[in-house]
């Protein structure tokens, strides 16, 4: 079975500044991670995905996360933060086979972004 | 393109009666799952439907149902509701729900169980 771990239920950055969300996975096949992002009383939002294509994946509005097999990671960074960023940001894996339709999310990293 | 539409945004029910949300996908996708969003429990998945067939299904009690038609709509149904059914319902569309597509998700039904 698969799952995913964000380390940091919260975090805080000044704007400006390097915008750092964790991800861990655990698949017991290769599997294709993403990131999504939700506004308040919105709903999510695809950032980027990884699906073995190349390890450094960049996605929308300059965020970019890199796939690393011997860490189990997939981390989500943007160089320098908006106002605007502020929003809640899920990682999410999908095993492959016959896991039709089911992405399997984290609990989520709240990120605030200061003035 | 139009995106993914949910019907009602809101709802509000009691303890016991049971309910239907809607959900519109993108033209062209096949593909529709559903998940309940929780501040305890996150993000889980319910089940997926396509081709009117469902294909994958999570962890939920047998009161949660649903049905796809024929033009790729989707509803889902709740019976007897209980206060820790309250949650935002998204709604997810995409080509073939395969594990490497995009899928797009809906703004959601935020259900109130009184």
């Known amino acids: 079975a698969q799952s995913v771990t964000q380390l940091g239920s919260h975090v805080s950055v000044s704007e400006g500044a390097l915008v750092l969300l964790r991800c861990n996975y655990s698949?017991?096949?290769?599997?294709?991670l993403f990131w999504y992002v939700q506004y308040p009383n919105q709903g999510l939002q695809l950032l980027l995905k990884?699906?073995?294509?190349?390890?450094l994946v960049k996605g929308i509005n300059g965020f970019e996360a890199e796939f690393k097999k011997s860490e189990t990671s997939f981390h989500l960074t943007k160089p320098s933060a908006h106002m605007s960023d502020a929003a809640e940001y899920f990682c999410?894996?999908?095993?492959?086979?016959?896991?039709?339709?089911?992405?399997?999310f984290g609990q989520g990293t709240i990120l605030t972004v200061h003035p | 393109k139009a995106g993914v539409t949910q019907t009602p945004r809101y709802l509000i029910k009691t303890r016991g009666q049971q309910v239907t949300l809607s959900c519109s996908p993108i033209?062209?996708?096949?593909?529709v799952s559903w998940y309940q969003q929780t501040p305890g429990q996150g993000l889980q998945f319910l089940f997926e439907?396509?081709?009117?067939?469902?294909?994958n299904k999570g962890n939920f009690p047998g009161r949660f149902s649903g049905r796809q038609f024929s033009n790729s709509r989707s509803e889902m149904n709740v019976s007897t509701l209980e206060l820790g059914d309250s949650a935002l319902y998204l709604c997810?569309?995409?080509?073939?729900?395969?594990?490497?597509?995009?899928?797009?998700f809906g703004q959601g039904t935020r259900l109130t169980v009184v």
């Open positions: 698949s017991s096949v290769p599997p294709y």
């Open positions: 990884y699906t073995s294509a190349a390890t």
């Open positions: 999410a894996v999908v095993a492959g086979g016959t896991s039709y339709g089911k992405l399997t």
């Open positions: 997810a569309s995409s080509w073939t729900g395969g594990p490497s597509t995009e899928a797009f």
């Open positions: 033209s062209g996708h096949r593909s």
């Open positions: 439907y396509f081709s009117e067939t469902q294909r």
